[in-house]
């Protein structure tokens, strides 16, 4: 183990050790803006939902061209300038005081994080021997998991669901963040790999490939419905504990749930990837969509802390295996001169965030948080729908792969 971490570039070691600080901060602050605009600013259950989703729809919007554009002009200029720009982002949130501003700002940081995030994991994957690539996959996973194991605590315990304080230190790592990534760029420029510029695709070209994979269309779909799932975990799950009569404190409960699954990360993650990692890369996918719609179940029947800390177990096993498998797969089917496109188009999937905080709000409003089964039995039926599409993508892996092999054989 010890002689494959050496082989890690510094670069990538920089990225890891960001994303883990990064996301120490943004949990301190971001998974309570739904409480906090619920109870500081009144707003609705569907306001909150709308405020909330609106990050993850701008991503969706501009998702493709993050990738696209740092395969086309380099992924130095495109990381430099969305880390500098979210880190103002954090400054916004942390001067609102009105609900049109935190919409505004909620905007702006799916925009940063939708360039930012596909461009950093196309450049892991660009400076990573393949042999070393679900290590360094796995390791970026393991650091958003090792910050978020603290972030929510401290959030809670500087007040995060009723104050924007923690907003200015999630500002401040990230012009930190931001400088030491200029700084390693510069001391690293000679060891980057040469950018693809004349093979990089252009935009109709590019929509148009990836749209024709009949791999990636397939997987696209159904990890929406799995994101979908996941994406309650933040929002519709934070106002239910927060509003239902059957939990007392809600928001300290919530908080200590997120840091049950980030530890549950950390401590199943390696068993489970050496587990998987032998498995058809679309397998891991479709049990952890299964166990996430059975984990939100689980959900709505709890009366009591056990069900629901199970039920986070559960998910959190569900999750490991969606996302720590989901950049190898995407890995896996997209050319090199590609990688950024495709790990671009696959943050479509987002729209799954998108819509599970307005349907969660939309439940909420109709059922209340004291009819938790009426709220989270849709909720895990929708998520489910994933499933069959990645059978679908998990069948045509299988052929396209057989008759590669078959066809490099006959040459």
Known sequence: MKQYLRQIHPLAWTIIIGTMFGRLVTSMSIPFLSIYLTRVLEATPTQTGVTVAVSSLAGVMVSFYGGYISDRIGRKIVMLISVFSWAGVFFIFSAAEHLWVFFVANTLNGLCRAVFEPTSRALLSDITSPQNKLLVFNLRYAAINLGVVFGPIIGFQLGSSESTFPFVISGLVYIAYGLVLFLQFKLQHANLPERHQATAPRLREALMTTGRDRVFLPVLIGTTFCVLGYGHFSSTLAQYLARSPIFENG?????????????????IQYPLVRTFRNFPPLVPLIVGNLLVATSLMMVGIAEGVLMMMMSVILFTIGEVLLFTMMDMLIDRIAKPEWKGTYFGTIGFNNIGSVIAPVMGGLLLSQFGAENGLAVFVPIALTTAL??????????????????????????
């Open 251 to 267: 928001s300290q409960m919530f908080s200590y749930m997120l840091s049950l699954n980030a530890v549950t990360v950390l401590i």
């Open 386 to 411: 994933g499933v069959p599409f990645l059978l679908i993508a998990h069948r045509r892996l299988v052929a396209r792969e057989k008759q590669t092999e078959h066809t490099s054989m006959s040459m």
